[in-house]
């Protein structure tokens, strides 16, 4: 019963969860990372390696082939001699034979197994590379949250700027009524209530758009009911820990295999055989007419033309090799260089986010006093109007600023992959 209690109360947060559409950026991270296209290659990739490795597997299995072939020859033996008395028929210059033959490998110079090991390194490196592809995604994910909570609190401080119009809209239509007023410092205020009216449309259907596009990352609808939850800030440390540096590490192994593989092939190959079929003649050639035989033994094959060129390929496989360090390189060195340019960013808005603060309660201030000066009729609606669009300016720019950094700090561990 406690077991069942405790999986209804799961069950029953999980429900309010969904409902209430609260979404975290790590959740959008495995949704993403689930949802997102190129990962059905991950399966995909990994049945393809299985059937390659399974199929190289089956060079260790006796392998059975069919021959025939029929010729016609300018000469034939003959014996050089003569009996007195009897007659030596001479052979046909057409011959005929069809067989079958199982070879088995008893030592291929590791050849098979060197070939599982390089499809085993390439699966490695196509699985390595799809982590990469899907990495990238995680940037368009970060640019997409971050944008839908900059668009919500841009919505919340133009819902403040029409309050203070709202405000400044009644002070003035008393006035008005008083007779203390004119009905164009009113349409002034309303006008400009108007124009941030507008203003909420747009955001909002940014906002929309941001969401529909996160939710075709994550693979969810997302709705104007939808609520992002707001990261918490971060401190990301510089050490590079990308999922690239894996794929050069994978790349790396499979040209070192490359050499083995170069070595396998030049070493001797020994083959059990059996072959039995019908001929013409079979195997005693002084004998006419079909007849059946078998034959079976060793084989040992040994080609030394590989040895020509192996040096030049172990030498290229090295070229390959220094290739691959120089990419890493340019690699580390671009991050390196994005990592500087990521602190110095999360440095400057930081700087910012120190003084917001006393140009917003400055900027308030002079907001609340120009209210009372518009009520006592000592400055106008657009002296008035001014203030509070500076002071909106200030709020924003603060907001703005919180949802750059944080941007920022995420930005930073995408590009160290911490």
């Given amino acids: 019963m406690k077991l069942f209690f405790l999986l209804l109360l799961l069950a029953t947060a999980g429900y309010a969860q969904?409902?209430?559409?609260?979404?975290?950026?790590?959740?959008?991270?495995?949704?993403?990372?689930?949802?997102?296209?190129?990962?059905?290659?991950?399966e995909l990739i990994t049945l393809s390696n299985e059937y390659t490795v399974d199929n190289i597997a089956k060079g260790y299995f006796p392998q059975?082939?069919?021959?025939g072939q029929a010729t016609y020859q300018s000469a034939v033996?003959?014996?050089?001699?003569?009996?007195?008395?009897?007659?030596?028929?001479s052979l046909n210059k057409d011959q005929?034979?069809?067989?079958?033959?199982?070879?088995?490998v008893l030592y291929d110079g590791g050849m098979i197994k060197q070939q599982q090991d390089l499809s085993i390194a390439q699966t490695k490196i196509m699985q390595q590379q799809l982590e990469v592809d899907l990495y990238a995604v995680k940037q368009k994910v970060n640019d997409l949250y971050f944008g839908v909570l900059l668009f919500e609190e841009q919505l919340r401080q133009n819902n403040l700027l029409k309050d203070d119009l709202n405000i400044g809209i009644k002070s003035i239509a008393a006035q008005l009524a008083a007779g203390t007023a004119y009905r164009s410092s009113v349409d002034l205020l309303k006008a400009e209530y108007l124009k941030a009216d507008q203003q909420a449309i747009s955001i909002r259907s940014y906002r929309k758009a941001y969401l529909e596009m996160l939710g075709l990352f994550i693979g969810r609808e997302l709705n104007d009911n939808t609520k992002l939850s707001v990261p918490k800030a971060l401190t990301g440390a510089t050490d590079i820990h990308r999922p690239e540096l894996a794929l050069f590490e994978y790349r790396n192994a499979h040209l070192d295999l490359g050499k083995k593989t170069i070595l396998a092939g030049n070493r001797p190959k020994l083959n059990l055989f059996?072959?039995?079929?019908?001929?013409?003649?079979?195997?005693?050639?002084?004998?006419?007419?079909?007849?059946?035989?078998?034959?079976g033994g060793v084989r040992l094959n040994w080609s030394f033309s590989g040895l020509y060129t192996a040096r030049k390929q172990n030498q290229l496989v090295d070229l390959n090799k220094q290739e691959l360090e120089a990419d890493k390189g340019a690699f580390l060195f671009q991050t390196q260089q994005l990592i500087k340019l990521q602190s110095a960013?999360?440095?400057?808005?930081?700087?910012?986010?120190?003084?917001?603060?006393?140009?917003i309660t400055l900027r308030s201030r002079v907001k609340k006093a120009a209210l009372v000066q518009l009520e006592n009729g000592v400055i106008t609606p657009s002296d008035y109007l001014r203030e509070v669009n500076e002071e909106h300016e200030a709020v924003q720019s603060k907001t703005v600023h919180q949802t750059e950094?944080?941007?920022?700090q995420y930005r930073q561990i995408l590009i160290t992959g911490n």
């Fill in 274 to 295: 059996v072959q039995s079929g019908i001929g013409n003649p079979a195997l005693n050639f002084l004998k006419e007419g079909f007849e059946w035989y078998y034959i």
């Fill in 405 to 408: 950094l944080l941007l920022a």
């Fill in 18 to 42: 969904e409902n209430n559409g609260l979404l975290t950026i790590q959740d959008c991270y495995q949704l993403a990372r689930q949802n997102y296209p190129l990962s059905k290659k991950r």
């Fill in 96 to 104: 005929y034979k069809a067989y079958g033959e199982i070879n088995q």
């Fill in 64 to 67: 059975f082939s069919i021959l």
């Fill in 77 to 89: 033996t003959r014996l050089p001699i003569s009996i007195p008395g009897t007659s030596i028929s």
């Fill in 345 to 359: 960013e999360i440095d400057k808005l930081q700087q910012y986010l120190a003084t917001d603060d006393e140009i």
